[in-house]
């Protein structure tokens, strides 16, 4: 058994088309949290799969379901040491047909954006992090 714990992120975005381009939603985490652009991210309980944690903080971040779009293994996952301890973070993503607001939690994210690919590259503070967005950025071409 692994002491490692389980942890999910998960990529949403919109596809590019009419000379729109594709854009992916990332949060803004508060400062005590880390602080920083993410996309959404989190624990996954002992008991579950990582996939279904990833669903589970996908609706608890934005109010969003797997079912609202196109749900994506990214097939992608990587090996960290976190705040609490060795960690394995696996990546999903949810290809939406058009972006819409999430419901967010004030108690970990100040704000919301959509924002281009090159963009989000540009935010994000982890590689592991553009890694999993370059695996998803080819499901919104």
């Not at 942890?7 to 975005?13: D, E, M, S």
């Not at 704000?111 to 553009?130: C, H, N, P, T, Y």
Request: glycine share 10%; proline share 3%.
């Amino acid at each position: 058994m692994s002491n490692r714990s389980k942890k999910a992120q998960v990529w949403i975005g919109v596809a590019g088309h009419q000379g729109t381009p594709a854009r992916v939603l990332l949060f803004r985490v508060l400062d005590r949290r880390g602080g920083g652009w993410h996309p959404v991210t989190g624990g996954v309980e002992e008991d579950e799969t990582v996939e279904a944690g990833a669903m589970l903080e996908l609706l608890e971040e934005t109010g969003f379901r797997s079912e609202d779009g196109r749900w994506v293994d990214l097939e992608y996952s990587f090996c960290f040491e976190g705040r609490f301890g060795p960690a394995e973070e696996a990546a999903y993503g949810l290809v939406l047909t058009e972006s819409r607001s999430p419901t967010i939690d004030s108690s970990e994210h100040l704000a919301f954006e959509w924002v281009s690919i090159e963009e989000a590259f540009q935010r994000l503070g982890f590689d592991s992090q553009r890694d999993a967005l370059k695996r998803f950025s080819c499901y919104l071409r």
